[in-house]
């Protein structure tokens, strides 16, 4: 029996009674970080990072039964060893490493290499069993260094200032909006953030991370104002009553799918910047590597097609299915 199970309600470790990001509820539940296809509400008990603690409490409940643990520090259940470390993903991400009689495992939840300046830095973790997340399983995915897409997104903000259109630049809410704000040349104009986004920018600042100032936009404002605006907001907004009342906005996507150009045109985006807060190809490759482990067990993504890859360049990889296998351009594929 292998010291992690793939089981239907999630990823399970048997001899110490507890699942990690379980996908249905669950006594005893480790989470690697807020996002929804992974914090899940409805479990007895929670157990994460301490910087995840206000993220998971603002997005499930500020009443839910939940413990912070610090990252590299180790607990014990039941002779497993258990250790949280950075993943570089968003604030308060985290992969989990599992240990018992010589059995080491990681699970990395969602992560990246490139160090974004504002989420934990990602650290490699040594182990011999990896499940990986592969959302970006494919060598098109390549991803250019963050301040030439962030230089790219400044230009294109100062050039609708100079034709008089606001820059609406769709970012989830949780990690790439709060990204993209702690690196733009807030100089350019005024920064607008829809409720999600400024709801969770007050998470942050309450964290004691520093963000640029922004105003909510509500339901009415001045459009003139606007015109020198850089305003984000989540994706699924769009086409919502609030994003029509904007006047002739530029849209910009910032995403990973970005890459294929196909993906702005079928958004309506005028841009696409290509900013993931996943591995590309090689990043994923990196970090595989420098776990050392033999067996790879890829999730989220492009499963089947990575797996073939790493079986043949020697790895023993087994794809793993869940409930998020299906990558797509909506609010739960966080990208």
Excluded at 35 to 40: E, K, L, N, Q, W
Excluded at 255 to 264: K, V
Aim: glycine residues 8%; hydrophobic residues 35%; proline residues 4%.
């Amino acid at each position: 029996m292998k010291l992690i199970e793939f089981t239907t309600k999630g990823l399970y470790c048997r001899q110490a009674d507890i699942y990690i990001d379980p996908w249905k509820k669950v006594n005893y539940a480790m989470i690697t970080h807020g996002h929804s296809d992974h914090a899940r509400w409805g479990h007895k008990h929670y157990l994460c990072v301490h910087s995840s603690v206000p993220i998971l409490k603002h997005r499930l409940g500020a009443e839910m039964n939940i413990q912070g643990i610090n990252y590299d520090e180790t607990i014990t259940i039941n002779g497993v060893k258990f250790s949280f470390h950075p993943a570089g993903h968003i604030t308060g991400s985290a992969m989990i490493r599992a240990a018992y009689k010589g059995e080491v495992w990681v699970i990395s939840g969602d992560y990246k290499i490139e160090n974004d300046g504002l989420a934990e830095a990602f650290e490699p973790v040594k182990c011999q069993h990896f499940i990986t997340e592969c959302t970006f399983g494919l060598p098109v995915y390549s991803w250019s260094p963050q301040r030439e897409v962030i230089d790219d997104i400044n230009r294109w903000w100062n050039g609708n200032v100079q034709n008089k259109r606001p820059s609406l630049i769709t970012a989830y809410s949780l990690g790439k909006a709060q990204r993209i704000l702690s690196s733009v040349d807030t100089s350019i104009g005024p920064i607008y953030t829809h409720g999600a986004i400024d709801q969770m920018n007050k998470v942050y600042k309450r964290m004691g991370i520093s963000l640029p100032e922004t105003t909510h936009l509500k339901n009415s404002f001045d459009q003139k104002e606007l015109s020198k605006s850089l305003i984000i907001a989540p994706p699924s907004t769009v086409d919502s009553s609030w994003g029509k009342k904007i006047k002739n906005p530029s849209l910009g996507i910032a995403s990973g799918w970005m890459t294929i150009r196909g993906n702005r045109r079928r958004r309506g985006g005028d841009r696409g910047f290509v900013l993931s807060d996943h591995c590309d190809w090689k990043g994923l490759l990196t970090a595989i590597k420098e776990s050392g482990a033999q067996y790879i067990y890829p999730t989220h993504g492009n499963t089947d097609t990575f797996s073939q890859y790493l079986n043949e360049v020697g790895y023993i990889a087994r794809p793993v299915k869940t409930e998020y296998n299906d990558n797509s351009l909506n609010e739960t594929s966080v990208e």
